[in-house]
């Protein structure tokens, strides 16, 4: 966008008289109002970014005037070019040169998104926010007396002490979080909690019942080897529960998209997308339901 204002401004500043298709002034006022609402809403939430704040605002104060001189019918703002050769230069020296290695600073943050450190306060907003999963997620697990449970990504164990207020389980849970283990050691004490990925877990073949994922699916970085993992220490006939977000198509393509840019391990998936997903992997489809923004799809291991 900022290349092409550069073009046409130096059409101008050339002499030449500038031809803007009607619908060019709204995009580019459209495009700015974006940028800046965006901006403001970054340096409330996250108290920062104070200069890309003032840099949009002086790009909306260009356009206005931009869009006023036209008016005017002032057709070689020479001037008004050479603001903007040098607020485009400014822009992208600053926002893009000097800000990439704050970027790779953070990214491992970003990557895991520091669970570990929220684990003392994850049970308060956040943990209200899942209970929808939480919920719908207990509503479909089919439990027994000592049935063995495996939570994979299990946080600070809550869904495996609502199970086990339900029926007397025997849980197992794992987590790459230390501070959400030490968490749900505390909440569990008489469960198996313990450090692991979901694609390397310490457990026999064959040895759960039930497998669950709540909210935790999306965050995993080896999608594939964790529905081989599954496959490993599941029982025959065992099932797989996984709740999860679900999106409407734009929202969660533009999501999956941000996270393949900014290469964050973290994935939305369609019932369909998971069923495929696990289907060489020796699972079938076992149905899936939907509340509003969860949704928790089933699957069931193949009888050998």
């Known amino acids: 966008m900022c290349a092409f204002r550069l073009c046409n401004y130096l059409h101008i500043y050339e002499g030449m008289v500038l031809e803007w298709f009607p619908f060019v002034p709204i ?5 700015d109002t974006v940028f800046i609402i965006a901006t403001v809403f970054n340096l409330i939430y996250f108290r920062k970014t104070k200069l890309l704040l003032a840099l949009n605002i002086f790009s909306a104060v260009l356009i206005v005037t931009a869009l006023a001189s036209k008016a005017a019918g002032w057709e070689h703002p020479a001037a008004l070019a ?18 990439t290695w704050k970027l790779e600073q953070t990214r491992k943050d970003i990557k895991d998104l520091s669970f570990g450190k929220r684990a003392s306060k994850y049970d308060g907003f956040e943990g209200k ?30 869904i495996l002490y609502k199970m086990n207020e339900t029926c007397t389980i025997d849980g197992y849970g794992i987590d ?7 968490e749900a050691k505390r909440k569990c004490p008489d469960m198996n909690i313990q450090t ?9 073949k064959q040895f759960f019942d039930v497998i669950t994922a709540c909210m935790a699916y999306h965050h995993f970085s080896d999608r594939a080897g964790f529905a081989r993992e599954a496959a490993r220490i599941l029982k025959p006939g065992g ?31 369609t019932p369909q997308e998971l069923y495929d997903q696990f289907s060489n992997h020796g699972f079938i489809p076992d149905g ?13 291991r193949r009888s050998e």
């Open 27 to 31: 995009l580019m006022i459209s495009m």
């Open 82 to 99: 050479t603001v903007w050769f040098f607020y485009i230069f400014f822009y992208y020296y600053t926002m893009v040169v000097k800000q």
């Open 129 to 158: 926010m899942s209970h929808r999963f939480y919920r719908l997620l207990l509503e479909q697990v089919k439990l027994f007396p000592n049935v063995k449970v495996l939570d994979v990504g299990c946080g600070t164990g809550t």
């Open 176 to 182: 790459m979080a230390e501070n959400m283990i030490a």
């Open 196 to 204: 692991a990925k979901c694609e390397d877990t310490p457990f026999e």
């Open 239 to 269: 099932c797989l529960y996984i709740a999860d977000p679900r999106f409407p198509f734009i929202i969660r393509k533009t999501m999956n998209g941000i996270f393949r840019l900014f290469n964050v391990a973290g994935c939305f998936n």
């Open 288 to 300: 899936f339901v939907v509340d509003g923004y969860a949704q928790v799809v089933k699957l069931k």
